[in-house]
């Protein structure tokens, strides 16, 4: 269990000051090899790491797409998602992981033997382009930053990311085609056709409708609106891609404020709710389905209903235990 809480916090970690598909393209290989080594089955590790990618970037300004919208817009900083978000992440992540515990505890079972030979390898042999390696580390550290500092430089996350790409392929020297057989394809056009479908019910105003819907049936109150958009948020982000709709809440919102209601705590709501929604089904965020195909690839099968029968009431505990903490913040 011990390596399951350490992929958790190191998933979590990350993805709070990085895009949370890096960080399921670095952790995920590592955690499939070492399973095989372990001779143990790694999808509870991944699935694991796929909640804790989600639940991590939750915690910061720039940890996922939603929050640098709502940062922007509502002019709320780095230090603010730091000391709101921060705390409840760390209780769910904690509850979350006493659950998986009890749900795959026994069976994270470990040969001594295979244990032995995981103790025996060296990180340092598997390393077989050390300055690659040095020039990656620096690459991704620079990269952490800019996306921390992107609101000073007035750029958007993705051109830092493809920046950095287009960068340390010309320093690494390697062959471009290469580099771009190793694309997961399949992936990205599951993401076009996601977007497309998507970017249709934003442009009929299917989403707008929803977000007003929200507004309407809460008759102004502030508290019931802080709920209603929390778990609309989490249960439309599931199924939904959380970009557009959080694009939709945010003038409704700003409405709200130019009108001289206290909308302070509909930030939150609507941050946890977009975020934490993303653990709901296997489209609910880049990250899971990205994590779930590179497993796929591997043998391991992560289907959309064992995800979501897993990923859907753990989803759920998280936005239940948001909502106690979000009513007595505010």
Known sequence: MFQTIAFAVITAVFSAFLDNVTTVLLIGPMTIMLCKTL????????????????????????????NIMIGSEAGLSFAQFIMVNAPIVVVIMVVLLVIFRFMYGRHLAVDEKNRLNIMELSAEDAIID????HKSVVMIVLVAIAFMLHGV??????VIALAAAAVIILISGRDIEVAIEGIEWGTIGFFLGLFMVVGGMEHTGVIEMLGNAIVDATGGNVVLMMIVILWASAILSSILDNIPFVATMIPIIMVMEASGIDVY???????????????????GAS???????????????????????????????AVALSTIY????F
């Open 153 to 158: 430089f007035n750029l958007e996350t993705s």
């Open 130 to 133: 050390k300055a690659l390696f």
């Open 39 to 66: 001779d143990i089955n790694p999808v509870p590790f991944l699935l694991v790491e796929i909640m804790m990618s989600n639940i991590g970037g939750t915690a910061t300004l720039i940890g996922d797409p939603p």
């Open 287 to 317: 990250a899971n389905v990205v994590l779930s195909g590179i497993a796929n690839k591997e043998g391991y099968n992560i289907t959309f209903m064992s995800f979501t029968k897993v990923a859907f009431p753990l989803m759920l505990v």
């Open 326 to 329: 979000l009513l007595i913040m």
């Open 265 to 283: 705590p509909l930030w939150w709501a609507l941050s946890l709710g977009a975020c934490l929604g993303g653990n709901g089904t296997l489209v």
